[in-house]
């Protein structure tokens, strides 16, 4: 009986937020940081519709959005010292709202300082890379 609700625990453990770091996110899914400004931390509008979120899926990309908590579109977390880190990182010293995309190979491929996401321009940079052109190669219906 013990050793089932240990096996429970433990599936139930892996099926909740797990607290990650960028390295773990390598060559698996390409990351958008956004940042919004310090006092407009909930003020940023995503327009996440359903036709968004599907290019979203099909360009393996998730979202972590830095406000009063983290919101993203994954199970994925970040820890609260790690989140003051990327902050450090990728926000730089920014007043502004802003975003950064990170790609497959862990390098930052775009950076904006932005009250919206530009949706296109960031699907364009993502369409654009070498990665991303085979996978459309591989499999069509991802295009």
Known sequence: MNILIIFLFLIASTLTQSNITLSDLQWKKRVLLVFPSDHKAEEMDFNLTDELEVKLKDRDLIYFYFGDSLISNSAYSFDSDYQKKLKQLYQMGSKQHSYVLIGKDGSSKM????????????FETIDAMPMRIKEIKRNPDKG
């Open 111 to 122: 950076k904006k300082e932005s009250d919206n996401i530009d949706w296109q321009t960031l």
